[in-house]
């Protein structure tokens, strides 16, 4: 079906190389396209919230768009929280969801819903493509606009939906390759400004573009002020003598200019402390996204952070870094348990240095903010934009397409994604897949509601299951932690449960606070 070609075609000339596939009959003239075009790589996923997910994480390892195609009907509804977490995260996904034509909606057809803008404001931009119309520059035109959208600011999901009629399967339909629709993205310059303050305070969330991290160091450096870096921005794989490693732990002296860079970071501690001083803080990103849950922001610069570290003046004092330095402690308690904080701190020792880290939702991304600090990995990598357990899985598996990974996720998390255990057979590079089995949603223990007499069954959900056996189900090892080093050499995916207490692990972070806290400067 030449239609479907031109889709495929232009996507494959704008640069989109990986197209994700869940089986189904409405969707045959993309899946074909795309299966006989010489530049697309097909993936394929019998689950399409899991190859959703999967496709998020190739486009956050690869920072450009990932190509999803699902069949007519709840098909296209299962694809919603991955696409939620794209929109929310700015990952750039471009979702091509079949349909039936005109004729057929509105009828009672079987597996025909409203489709159109089904994801309403969790696109960029969303076209509805006629199902009756011979004209090649129209349907390159839209798709290049439709790419467009993916990469404006700030990037993101777009819809593109494919009414097909039948015959769906045109055997040995030959067409010819087009070209690019030349796009050109614009640049965000920042006017120079100067600050009257020698205190200042560096902030760093997970970055836009990676090559952002090191100009905002140099900046810190020059300004001798000191940085706290989420663990998502990367900054501590470039250890710098301003960077504050353990900034949760300490009482902080009083900044008065705080420069934000990126995204919110994981530390609830940090944005509690922002409100109670409320210093002038100033958010700088490309993109116009309010970063502010807090309400505490005194200003907003939209630029890139390059121009606008090399345009901004102010003064620096010296003693005010050492007074931050002076507090910094490795907040180490010797304990005969062992918790989740202690499984960071071994992994910083053991970790490849070629593997990536994807950070579960939950305690898993705040034990790694806190404890996990390896010399040297590919990066760190999670689903922040709406903090959901739902396709962790498939989202290792997707990033496991450009690097060795190491996933680290909970109990809950690995129930609600199980079925995407298989694509970890078919990862280019192989999945580390740890486990942290501590029977519930370990999270819910630092709530109040923990002290409900109905905290076990409704919120920690608490179970007896082990995972042994469902990585037996589809065929992968299973180790216990205490086996990683060996899992690592070996250089095969794999499934490694670590055992711990939820409430241990509570009770050992509390007196870490409570130690750190009292301590004396």
Same mark, same amino acid.
């Given at each position: 079906m030449k239609e479907a070609f031109w889709i495929i075609d232009q996507l494959v000339q704008q640069g989109v190389r990986h197209f994700c596939v869940?089986?189904?009959s409405r969707s045959t003239p993309l899946v074909l396209a795309a299966a006989d075009h010489r530049g697309a790589k097909i993936h394929v996923h019998y689950d399409e919230r899991g190859i959703g997910f999967y496709a998020l994480g190739i486009a956050k390892a690869t920072r450009q768009p990932a190509a999803v195609i699902a069949t007519s009907g709840t098909a296209v509804g299962n694809l919603l929280p991955s696409i939620m977490e794209a929109h929310h995260t700015c990952t750039p996904l471009i979702v091509l969801t079949s349909d039936r034509p005109a004729e057929l909606r509105d009828c009672s057809a079987n597996q025909t819903t409203d489709q159109v803008k089904i994801f309403q404001s969790f696109v960029r931009w969303q076209v509805d493509l006629p199902s009756s119309l011979d004209d090649e520059r129209y349907f390159r035109s839209a798709i290049a606009q439709g790419y467009f959208y993916t990469r404006q600011n700030p990037p993101g999901p777009v819809q593109i939906n494919c009414p097909f009629r039948e015959p769906l399967y045109v055997p040995n339909s030959s067409q010819k390759e087009g070209a690019p629709i030349h796009l050109e993205f614009p640049s965000h310059r920042a006017r120079p400004q100067k600050k009257n303050a020698s205190k200042g305070l560096v902030v760093i969330g997970r970055l836009p573009h990676p090559d952002d991290l090191h100009p905002i160091l140099e900046l810190a450096?020059?300004?001798?002020?000191? @940085? =706290?870096?989420?663990?998502?921005?990367?900054a501590r794989l !470039?250890?710098?003598d301003e960077q504050i490693l353990h900034f949760d732990w300490m009482e902080k002296p009083t900044p008065e200019l705080v420069l934000h860079f990126g995204e919110r970071v994981t530390s609830k501690r940090l944005l509690e402390w922002l409100k109670k001083i409320k210093p002038e803080?100033?958010? @700088?990103?490309?993109?116009? @996204?309010?970063?502010d849950s807090g309400r505490i922001l005194t200003g907003r610069v939209q630029a890139d952070a390059?121009?606008? =570290?090399?345009n901004f003046e102010a003064s620096s004092d010296p003693k005010w870094l050492l007074s931050w330095k002076e507090l910094d402690r490795d907040p180490w308690i010797d304990d005969s348990s062992f918790t989740e904080a202690h499984a960071m701190r071994s992994l910083s020792g053991i970790l490849a240095s070629d593997y990536g880290v994807f950070l579960a939702n939950g305690m898993p991304i705040r034990d790694g903010d806190?404890?996990?600090?390896?010399?040297? =990995?590919?990066?760190?990598?999670?689903?922040?934009?709406?903090?959901?357990?739902?396709?962790?899985?498939?989202?290792?598996?997707?990033?496991a397409e450009e690097m060795p990974l190491l996933g680290f996720i909970g109990d809950q998390a690995c129930l609600h994604d199980l079925n995407s255990l298989p694509l970890l057979k078919k990862t280019k590079h192989p999945v580390v897949l740890i486990v942290s089995n501590n029977f519930g949603g370990g999270i819910f223990s630092?709530?109040?509601?923990?002290?409900?007499?109905? !905290?076990?069954?409704? !919120?920690?959900?608490?179970?007896?299951?082990?995972?042994?056996?469902?990585?037996?189900m589809f065929d992968l090892p299973y180790f216990g932690f205490d086996a990683l080093p060996k899992v690592f050499e070996a250089g095969q995916s794999a499934v490694v449960e670590l055992i711990t207490d939820r409430v241990e692990n509570y009770k050992y972070q509390k007196k870490l606070s409570t130690a750190c806290l009292r301590a004396p400067a």
């Open positions: 869940a089986p189904g450096n020059r300004l001798q002020w000191p @940085v =706290c870096a989420d663990i998502l921005s990367n !470039f250890p710098t803080y100033i958010h @700088v990103s490309p993109w116009p @996204v309010l970063q390059t121009e606008f =570290c090399a806190h404890f996990l600090f390896p010399k040297k =990995c590919r990066g760190f990598f999670g689903n922040r934009g709406l903090s959901g357990i739902d396709g962790n899985i498939a989202t290792i598996a997707g990033l630092h709530l109040p509601i923990s002290a409900s007499p109905h !905290f076990e069954t409704l !919120f920690a959900a608490a179970h007896s299951w082990r995972f042994e056996k469902a990585a037996q």
